[in-house]
């Protein structure tokens, strides 16, 4: 049995399939993961597959937690070069920058969210495509998904980078908003 998945407006879990035919992007709703249907560009036969998307927890986190990120922010702003040396530098920036320019200049909005999305699988050590996603989806009020994408970027090593310090200050400050908007019982 097939189904086929039309979908025209954003759902709150949903993953962005790409078709393997057409290319065609699309939101599909979870439910849908491992289901074979066909595309509704192309009509060719595909399977929804799950997001390649790192795992990060959606709980809310103390407020210890963003205190110590905003002290090594300070750190970071007041003693620059010492934060910098102690950092190791980012392998393959060339290629990161390439792809960066690669989502940044398409068109298609799901297709570009799609792009920003893949980066973050392959685990881009710069902030913009979390930015990017994180604004994207609170603009479209999936304050779930814009968390996520914060708590994956906070829950690796790439926050630490003192190039990064200001950008990552701003994703901070978004989450922490996120997260008292989707946790209001939980303060500490």
Not at 93 to 107: F, G, K, T
Not at 120 to 137: F, N, R
Not at 148 to 159: A, E, I, L, M, Q
């Amino acid at each position: 049995m097939t189904n086929t998945i039309y979908l025209e407006t954003p759902v709150p879990f949903h993953v962005l399939f790409t078709c393997p035919h057409c290319h065609a992007v699309r939101q599909v709703p979870e439910q849908y993961v491992g289901q074979t249907g066909q595309c509704n560009t192309c009509g060719g036969a595909i399977t929804i597959k799950a997001s390649d998307l790192p795992s990060a927890p959606t709980t809310p986190h103390p407020k210890a937690w963003y205190r110590e990120r905003m002290l090594y922010f300070e750190f970071c702003r007041d003693n620059y070069e010492r934060a910098r040396s102690e950092f190791p530098p980012i392998p393959n920036d060339e290629y990161w920058q390439h792809q960066i320019q690669i989502a940044a200049n398409c068109h298609d909005r799901l297709e570009q969210v799609a792009r920003w999305e893949r980066l973050v699988a392959q685990g881009i050590p710069w902030p913009v495509a979390y930015e990017y996603l994180v604004h994207h989806y609170v603009k479209d009020k999936d304050y779930e998904r814009a968390f996520y994408f914060c708590s994956v970027y906070f829950h690796s090593d790439r926050w630490k980078n003192p190039q990064c310090a200001g950008s990552s200050y701003k994703l901070l400050k978004t989450m922490r908003k996120l997260d008292k908007k989707l946790h209001p019982e939980y303060e500490s």
